[in-house]
């Protein structure tokens, strides 16, 4: 006769499976919705691609609905929630951006770095709207609160000197002071390892 396990046996090998599974005793697990918001065409959508597995190539019109999924990184885990993936343009920021933000977790606050530097009136846009998240989250209750991650995309077209990332943060220093918040993360994000950066950033985050 085989050797069989009985129902009492499978139990406590299910237990222990459990009990000393790598991620249970020294990772983390975490739930979050993760938005990203900015100005058409500053990377929204292929951040979003990159995080959650999807493939949108066409520009965003309105929003699109974006899938949830479990991202891994050693023994943490973060599941995305599903989302929206917001457009840039001025009625979809009147239409979406309210709530997505109140329903964020975690929001990127995406620009792209050489139009912010070279056109005054897209930095007051990217101050102005970074502004506007800012007086929202401070209706929100301290535990509430959305963190919100400062990403300076297309740094690629620029030179990519640190003179550059001290005029760009010296443009939003002040409304970014205002709502505590750190220095932009300054990304391609056509790029692998700029992608993979975000996404550890975000690990190391909770």
């Not at 997505?100 to 009136?121: G, Q, R, W």
Request: charged share 25%.
């Amino acid at each position: 006769m085989g050797f069989r396990l009985s129902p009492k046996d499978l139990s406590l090998i299910n237990i222990l499976k459990y009990t000393f599974n790598p991620i249970s005793i020294f990772g983390t697990k975490k739930k979050l919705y993760v938005s990203a918001l900015g100005i058409t065409s500053c990377g929204k959508t292929t951040l979003q691609n990159y995080l959650r597995h999807e493939n949108y190539m066409d520009a965003t019109i309105g929003s699109n609905d974006i899938r949830d999924i479990v991202l891994r990184h050693g023994f943490d885990i973060i599941a995305l929630t599903k989302g929206k993936d917001v457009s840039g343009s001025t009625q979809a920021t009147k239409s979406y951006n309210e709530d997505e933000f109140y329903k964020s977790d975690i929001c990127y606050y995406i620009f792209n770095s050489k139009n912010l530097l070279e056109n005054a009136d897209y930095c007051d846009e990217v101050v102005g709207r970074l502004n506007f998240l800012n007086k929202l989250n401070v209706k929100q209750k301290p535990k509430e609160k959305t963190k919100i991650i400062l990403l300076a995309s297309h740094f690629d077209t620029l030179k990519g000197t640190n003179q550059e990332k001290m005029i760009i943060w010296n443009k939003i220093e002040n409304i970014a002071n205002e709502g505590h918040l750190t220095q932009p993360m300054y990304v391609n994000l056509k790029n692998k390892e700029d992608l993979k950066k975000i996404k550890t950033a975000l690990f190391n985050g909770i």
